[in-house]
């Protein structure tokens, strides 16, 4: 009696999984799942805060560059502070690289290796120049200190156009003291004039190695990966915006096809 009764059962329940109804409210029930967890996937967030990280880049290197400058002209100057801005901005960029690698491994949409590998090779290239001029321009500064000593016990007819001389090379432009005539050339002593000569030349190449990190360029290239996962935000809010309709015409295409599926049993 019982095994008749365990054979109807399952007789009856093969009919029903038979029935074309049942699996349209199995693939109903299927495609609800996939919404939800479309609707579940963190990528906005995720995107947004790569976005607020690069932006945090571009902030601090500005922040960095006024240290820089500070550096250059020897005002308030605090080098331990400003190498310190400039380890930020490696570790910032080496971090973010790494992140990158990390979520292409796993399947999320991330900017072409190139363009990480670009923003990321320019950062490491800028700090290290700018941790060299740091330690040069702050050993420069100490000569120049050194030789504005020595110009204070000149005449001051010799005194104030090197003092003008001096405090253009401070200012971080290339000068010599040539183009001043050669009365003032011929009217220093011979280690001042050597003195001069070999930080006038240090200056020189101090303002060509300014000028190879004060650029745009990192930031530049922060660019296209901001461009980037701005784009996917738009791309994901315009499919999760359909997802809610998508929801509910699977919820009444299921509610209708269970009522017909028992509609049917039932006859």
Do not use: C
Not at 187 to 194: F, G, K
Request: without cysteine; proline residues 3%.
């Amino acid at each position: 009696m019982l095994e008749l009764k365990n054979k109807s059962i399952a007789d009856t329940f093969n009919a029903r999984i038979r029935s074309p109804w049942a699996w349209v409210v199995l693939a109903v029930a299927i495609g609800l799942t996939i919404l939800f967890y479309f609707s579940q996937k963190p990528q906005i967030i995720m995107y947004s805060r790569y976005i607020k990280t690069l932006s945090d880049y571009q902030l601090q290197e500005s922040y960095a560059m006024r240290g820089m400058e500070r550096v250059r002209i020897g005002f308030g100057i605090d080098t331990v502070f400003v190498l310190a801005q400039t380890m930020n901005l490696r570790e910032i960029a080496v971090a973010f690289s790494r992140e990158m690698d990390e979520i292409r491994g796993i399947g999320i949409k991330a900017p072409p290796h190139s363009t990480v590998e670009r923003f990321e090779r320019e950062v490491l290239a800028k700090v290290s120049s700018m941790r060299r001029y740091a330690a040069s321009r702050a050993l420069w500064l100490e000569h120049l200190q050194q030789i504005d000593n020595q110009a204070s016990q000149l005449p001051a007819s010799i005194q104030i156009p090197l003092r003008d001389i001096l405090d253009s090379a401070r200012a971080g432009y290339m000068v010599g003291i040539a183009g001043h005539g050669d009365s003032l050339y011929s009217a220093l002593p011979d280690s001042t004039r050597n003195a001069i000569a070999a930080l006038l030349q240090e200056n020189e190449e101090l303002t060509l190695a300014w000028s190879r990190f004060n650029n745009e360029m990192a930031v530049m290239y922060s660019e296209d990966p901001i461009q980037f996962f701005q784009q996917q935000n738009i791309d994901e809010m315009a499919l999760k915006s359909k997802i809610p309709m998508a929801f509910y015409f699977l919820t009444l295409v299921l509610m209708l096809s269970t009522f017909f599926f028992i509609f049917r049993s039932k006859q």
